[in-house]
């Protein structure tokens, strides 16, 4: 019985797995149905200045980029990354075992050593580009990536526009299924950000129009301690009568099925699933 039942388990699996090839490929051919990321910018107003800046990019050869791409799914694995950027001078194994196990954080340094990210110097190991700024530009990176892998949409990141009112860098902004996606990522745990970041978030939302706004915050922590009650302040700054900050679920809020802030619990993808989720049922419920 039980050898019928892993049969049964493999095949419900396998069409699983077929079936969201499928849905993966559906979108890819909606896309290129549909207008353009760049035709949907200029619909706006908007001409891309600047984009995707490599300087501070933390990603190797294209031969390794499938398997790099997965290893950064791992909450530990970024931290990890985050914390070897920050040391700009030579750094040892045990500075910066401090977000996984030190077996586990050789194996991460190991792996960056064969990428040749990472070369060994005389008082360690320095990363072989030279130092980085911070972690943030490779985060962009990967949450740009996801669109593309998981979800078949058109996306770009590190975009600069040439904006007279309203500039800074837009992290993410992708082209899902003829609709505009704008993502905010935060590299930073909740207590470093600041009032000016949402503020500057919100300018951009109500400048770019898109359909779906996401503030992502690559940490496990609460959202609902400190950066809830930061939107909530500038809303009502904003708004006579501003529209609530609600929970979807767990650390998942909303504002108005439009303005998304969300962490990184159990998986960015998952979580970005959710988002897509919410949009969904929004587009079902006005048709």
């Not at 943030?136 to 007279?164: C, D, H, N, Q």
Request: some cysteine; hydrophobic content about 40%.
């Amino acid at each position: 019985m039980n050898g019928a039942v892993t049969i049964h388990d493999d095949n419900v699996l396998d069409e699983l797995t077929r079936l969201w090839a499928e849905v993966k490929r559906l979108r890819a051919s909606l896309n290129r149905l549909t207008p353009g990321l760049a035709t949907l910018l200029r619909r706006r107003g908007f001409t891309i200045y600047k984009k995707e800046p490599v300087d501070d990019l933390l990603v190797p050869s294209k031969r390794f980029l499938d398997a790099y791409y997965r290893m950064l799914h791992k909450y530990s694995f970024r931290l990890f990354l985050r914390d070897v950027i920050k040391h700009r001078e030579p750094f040892t194994l045990e500075q910066v075992t401090r977000y996984a196990s030190p077996s586990v954080t050789k194996e991460y340094l190991d792996y960056l050593f064969s990428l040749k990210l990472v070369k060994k110097s005389r008082n360690g190991y320095v990363l072989a580009k030279g130092p980085l700024t911070s972690f943030g530009t490779t985060l962009e990176w990967y949450v740009a990536e996801v669109f593309r892998r998981e979800f078949g949409a058109e996306s770009v990141w590190g975009v600069k526009f040439r904006r007279p009112k309203v500039g800074g860098d837009y992290d993410v902004i992708a082209k899902f299924e003829g609709s505009l996606f704008y993502v905010e990522v935060k590299s930073s745990p909740p207590k470093q950000i600041y009032d000016s970041e949402i503020v500057a978030f919100l300018d951009r939302v109500a400048d770019l129009s898109p359909a779906i706004a996401v503030f992502l915050m690559d940490t496990e922590l609460r959202m609902k301690d400190k950066l809830v009650p930061m939107f909530e302040k500038e809303l009502a700054r904003r708004f006579p009568d501003p529209p609530p900050v609600l929970r979807v679920e767990r650390e998942l809020f909303q504002i108005k099925d439009r303005i998304f802030i969300v962490n990184a619990k159990e998986s960015i993808v998952g979580n970005l699933e959710r988002v897509f989720g919410e949009y969904y049922r929004r587009c079902a419920a006005l048709s």
